[in-house]
C-alpha cells in the first residue's frame, strides 16, 4: 500500500516561495511508469494539477504555472518536491501530492491527505 505524506509550512508570504515535501512510503519513487504529483484545489474551486515527476526524473508542468513551479526529488529519501515561487493570494488552497500512471490528471490512484496553505502577509 502505497502512502502519500505532504509536509510544510501552511502559512507563505507574497512574493514568498512555497516549498512542500512528499514522503513516499510502500514504493519507490522510481519504479516504472508511476508519476508523482502535484494537485491543488483553491477554496470553492476545483482541483487543479500542477506538475509531476516521473519515475526516470524527468519533469511536466502545467503551462499556466511552469514559469513559477519546479519539481524535484530525493531518492536517497524517496521524497519529491514542489517549489512555487513568487506567491501571492490566488495560490491559497489545499496542496495534494499523489501517485498516477499518466502525467496532466486529477485523478491519481494514491493521493496524501493534503495540506492547507495559504498566502498571506
Known amino acids: 500500500q502505497v502512502q502519500l505524506q505532504e509536509s510544510g509550512p501552511g502559512l507563505v508570504k507574497p512574493s514568498q516561495t512555497l516549498s512542500l515535501t512528499c514522503t513516499v512510503s510502500?514504493?519507490?519513487?522510481?519504479?516504472?511508469?508511476?508519476?508523482w504529483s502535484w494537485i491543488r484545489q483553491p477554496p470553492g474551486k476545483g482541483l487543479e494539477w500542477m506538475g509531476a515527476?516521473?519515475?526516470?526524473?524527468?519533469?511536466y508542468y502545467s503551462p499556466s504555472l511552469k514559469s513559477r513551479t519546479s519539481i524535484s526529488r530525493d531518492t536517497s529519501k524517496n521524497q519529491f518536491t514542489l517549489q512555487l515561487s513568487s506567491v501571492t493570494p490566488e495560490d491559497t488552497a489545499v496542496y495534494f501530492c499523489a501517485r498516477a500512471r499518466v502525467i496532466r490528471t486529477t485523478q491519481p490512484d494514491y493521493w496524501g491527505q493534503g495540506t492547507q496553505v495559504i498566502v498571506s502577509s
Open positions: 515527476i516521473a519515475y526516470s526524473g524527468s519533469t
Open positions: 510502500g514504493g519507490s519513487i522510481t519504479t516504472n511508469y508511476y508519476y
